[in-house]
């Protein structure tokens, strides 16, 4: 590299290859100033594209590919624990010989130790975070693998994320624009009779590249309901709404599976009946505060980008464009999907049901109230198609920050997280 790239040959100390289930490669300068003069050169980037080349040559899996990582000594010690790097006396880097508790909950070690060692460290997380913990399991999706734990506590499933350092945002195709998505792209601006470069409109809806430390996690699996909360039809707060309970009754004779009041109540049909709930208004504050009482917390937006495309390059964990044989929500079935699950729905390389729906805003932890992984269907609604209404969805869209601190019940939702204590 220092043949091709001879301007950082006075700077770069240590440079690491590794190859567990992906390659990751590394550049650790020898102080800030370096790195930065670096970065400001346009040097580090040339050496990305250097990398997604001679890694595409070489036929390398494109989901797996990922940007070098930049650091300096200083924060490359910190940082880069997951493969086992350590300091002599005189402050140079060397290989560990063993991995300490810490270092594998890192994704580079916690892909390299044996099944007995893995569930013995899950067992231990069980057991800190007084959860049940229920088996390992391998999650292979979209070029991205990881075994596991799962575990449940107070009826929710929750499953362990190791942490990472990883790039995050989009700024161009990894691959190129798939030709399905193209086509679409093409029809709509025929229809909008404009002329757009597809990957200058999409960057303008992606947040920046950036380099992320990602904390390891135990993390729901599945997204929650918020305001909705589940009563019985003896609660008195439904006695005190003739006008509800004359809804319900007309519901029960009638074919529909649900009826909704507005933020106010909302009936189900079940195996054992119905299902109602009443609608409680709420806002972010609120449920900061309730998911800290409970020793839990939000994810970041950061930390949903990981678990969304696990620091994919691609504008979609599984590629440059829509796969337009998944089945969908919102867009129209044939009576063969039926019985097939939504493809977006199924758990991901880390085993959650993660951004498949762009009416299903997740709430995320943020200075204020901020969402990810859907628009609540703005795009859709608006007729903008699949590729244009799914966007939303992509790992790398940026944040929205939401003008209000209101939670809505009908478009909002959470996901609760515990970040793992390191240090222990």
Known sequence: MKKIFADIEQSVEFGAYIQP?????????????QLKATQQSGLTEQINSYHREQMTK????????????????KNA???LTGIGITTTNNGVLKQ????????????PAFNRIETTEKQALMESLAARYDMTFLCLHTFDRWGQSCTTGIFK???REFVFVPGDTVTLGWERFAIGLSQDSQEELNYLFQEWEMECDPEEMIRESMAP???AVIAPMLVGRELEELCWEPVTMDDPRLSAHP??????REFAWSDLDSLTLHQSTRIERTEKGFQICIYNRTDYDALLARLEKQGLSLPTADEWAYLCGGGCRTLFPWGDGMDYSMRLHWFEDTEEDEDRPYDMEEPNFFGLSIAYDPYMREVVKAGQFTTCGGDGGRSICGGLGIFLGFLPCSPHCKPEVQEDKELNGDYDFYRPIIRVDTDC
């Open 21 to 33: 289930d992906n390659y990751f490669v590394s550049y650790i300068f020898a102080t800030d100033a």
């Open 58 to 73: 070489r036929h390398y899996p494109i989901q797996g590919i990922k940007d070098c990582c930049f650091a300096y000594k």
């Open 77 to 79: 010690i910190r940082n």
């Open 96 to 107: 560990s010989g063993g991995l300490a508790m810490n270092e594998k909950l890192f994704r």
């Open 153 to 155: 506590k107070d009826s």
């Open 209 to 211: 590249v950036r380099q």
């Open 243 to 248: 006008d509800w309970l004359k809804k319900f």
